[in-house]
């Protein structure tokens, strides 16, 4: 699975609009309402590299309201439960 950060500026006028368009984008797992440099991120996870380009720059980017996007695409992805795991000596509590 690749993960993908995408930062994304959009007519504030139109950000709710924007937000829930991208949201129902395949590919798409979550999208943000944030403050800061983008007025959106949204997590994009695909199965390659090339669904990327489908995702982002065929789909994403041509959402009405989006002025501009940012990608960063993540090595590895950690959460909680990963974390757990790898400190996990296999004992039961």
């Known amino acids: 699975m690749i993960s993908a950060i995408v930062l994304i500026n959009a007519d504030v006028a139109r950000i709710p609009e924007v937000a829930q368009a991208i949201a129902e984008l ?8 944030v403050a800061g440099d983008a007025d959106l991120i949204a997590m994009v996870r695909v ?7 489908d995702v982002i720059a065929d789909r994403l980017n041509k ?5 501009g996007t940012s990608t960063h695409i993540a090595f590895r992805t950690y959460s909680r439960h990963d974390l757990e795991a790898a400190f996990s000596l296999g004992l039961d509590e």
């Open 26 to 33: 395949d590919g798409v797992s979550e999208v943000y309402s």
């Open 47 to 53: 199965r390659a590299h090339e669904d990327l380009a």
């Open 63 to 67: 959402v009405p309201g989006v002025t």
